[in-house]
C-alpha cells in the first residue's frame, strides 16, 4: 500500500514520550484557525511513499529512538489511516512505541483498527463549545468527544493538547470548561496547554492563503503558566 507524507522530524521530543521519529502525513478535512501547516491539507501534496519504504526510512532511525518511539502526524493522519496502520505495524514489530497525534474529526472503520495498535494518543481539544469548535475549525466538539469516549474504551493512554489563543479562549473560564469536559476520562495521563504561535505565516504567504489570525498577538508564557496552575487545581 502507498500513502503520502509530507515530512520526517529524525530527533523529536516534544511529540510524545522519549526521543522520537515524527511522520508528517498529509490531508486534512479540518481548517482551523490557528493550523501552522496549511500545506498539509491536501493529501496528495504528499511525497509518496509504500509502507515499507517508509517503514525502512524510519527504522534507519531506530539507535536514536528505540527508547522513545514514533508519532503519526500532520495533517490528520486517521485520514489515511489504512496506510499510517500497516507503516504502524512494521514499527511495533521491531518493539517501538507507537503514538497518534489526532483532531479526532476523522472515525471510522479504518481508525478504529489504528487505534486498536497504537500505544498513545495526542487528542487536540481545541475549543470548548459546540459553537466555537464548528466556526474556528470546522469540525464538530460531541465527534471528537465521542473519539475520547473510544479511547476510554480501549484502554488506551491519551495526552490531550489544547491551543490557547489571545481573546478566543485564554480565560480562566476557558479553562475551567475545558476541565469539566475532560475530568470524567481516565484514560487522560496529560493536558498539555500549547501557547498560540504564528511561525507558521511565511507558509501562507508562499501557499497565498490569508492566516486567519495575522493580527492576533502570540500567546505569553506567563498567561500559559497562570492557566497552567488553574488546570492543577
Same mark, same amino acid.
Not at 103 to 114: H, I, P, Q, R, Y
Not at 166 to 169: K, Q, Y
Not at 183 to 207: A, G, H, M, Q, S
Given at each position: 500500500?502507498?500513502?503520502?507524507?509530507?515530512?520526517?522530524?529524525?530527533?523529536? =521530543?516534544?511529540?510524545?514520550?522519549?526521543?522520537?521519529?515524527?511522520?508528517?502525513?498529509?490531508?486534512? /478535512? !479540518? +481548517?482551523?484557525? *490557528?493550523?501552522?501547516? /496549511?500545506?498539509?491539507?491536501? $493529501?496528495?501534496?504528499?511525497?509518496?511513499?509504500?509502507?515499507?519504504?517508509?517503514?525502512?526510512?524510519?527504522?534507519k532511525l531506530y539507535p536514536y529512538i528505540k527508547n522513545?518511539?514514533? =508519532?503519526? @502526524?500532520?495533517?490528520?493522519?486517521?485520514?489515511?489511516?489504512?496506510?499510517? =496502520? %500497516?507503516?504502524?505495524?512494521?514499527?511495533?514489530?521491531?518493539? !517501538?512505541?507507537?503514538?497518534?497525534?489526532?483532531?479526532?474529526?476523522?472515525?471510522? %472503520?479504518?481508525?478504529? $483498527?489504528?487505534?486498536?495498535?497504537?500505544?498513545?494518543? #495526542? !487528542?487536540?481539544?481545541?475549543?470548548? @463549545?459546540?459553537?466555537? *469548535?464548528? #466556526?474556528?475549525?470546522?469540525?464538530?466538539?460531541?465527534?471528537?468527544? +465521542?473519539?475520547?469516549?473510544?479511547?476510554?474504551?480501549?484502554?488506551?493512554?491519551v495526552w490531550i493538547r489544547h491551543v490557547v489563543v /489571545?481573546?478566543?479562549?485564554d480565560t480562566e473560564e476557558d479553562i475551567r470548561a475545558?476541565? $469539566?469536559?475532560?475530568?470524567?476520562?481516565?484514560?487522560?495521563?496529560?493536558?498539555? #496547554?500549547?501557547?498560540?504561535?504564528?511561525?507558521? #505565516? %511565511?507558509? *501562507?504567504?508562499? !501557499?497565498?492563503?490569508?492566516? /486567519?489570525?495575522?493580527? =492576533?498577538?502570540?500567546?505569553?508564557?506567563?498567561?500559559? @503558566?497562570?492557566?497552567?496552575?488553574?488546570?492543577?487545581?
Open positions: 500500500m502507498t500513502g503520502y507524507v509530507h515530512s520526517i522530524q529524525s530527533l523529536g =521530543t516534544l511529540d510524545g514520550p522519549g526521543v522520537r521519529a515524527v511522520i508528517f502525513t498529509t490531508g486534512c /478535512p !479540518l +481548517r482551523c484557525i *490557528y493550523c501552522h501547516n /496549511p500545506d498539509t491539507w491536501k $493529501k496528495e501534496a504528499g511525497e509518496v511513499f509504500s509502507s515499507s519504504e517508509l517503514a525502512e526510512k524510519v527504522l522513545g518511539g514514533v =508519532t503519526f @502526524s500532520g495533517g490528520e493522519p486517521c485520514v489515511q489511516a489504512k496506510f499510517v =496502520t %500497516e507503516v504502524a505495524k512494521i514499527l511495533k514489530a521491531r518493539g !517501538l512505541h507507537i503514538a497518534l497525534d489526532t483532531s479526532g474529526a476523522v472515525d471510522n %472503520e479504518d481508525t478504529d $483498527k489504528l487505534l486498536e495498535l497504537v500505544d498513545l494518543v #495526542l !487528542l487536540d481539544v481545541k475549543f470548548t @463549545s459546540s459553537e466555537a *469548535y464548528k #466556526l474556528n475549525t470546522g469540525a464538530d466538539l460531541a465527534g471528537v468527544l +465521542r473519539f475520547l469516549e473510544k479511547l476510554e474504551a480501549l484502554g488506551k493512554d /489571545p481573546g478566543i479562549n475545558l476541565s $469539566k469536559i475532560l475530568e470524567p476520562y481516565k484514560c487522560i495521563k496529560k493536558t498539555e #496547554l500549547l501557547p498560540f504561535r504564528k511561525l507558521c #505565516l %511565511e507558509k *501562507y504567504e508562499k !501557499l497565498g492563503i490569508p492566516f /486567519p489570525l495575522r493580527d =492576533t498577538p502570540e500567546a505569553e508564557q506567563k498567561r500559559i @503558566s497562570e492557566l497552567e496552575e488553574l488546570l492543577k487545581r
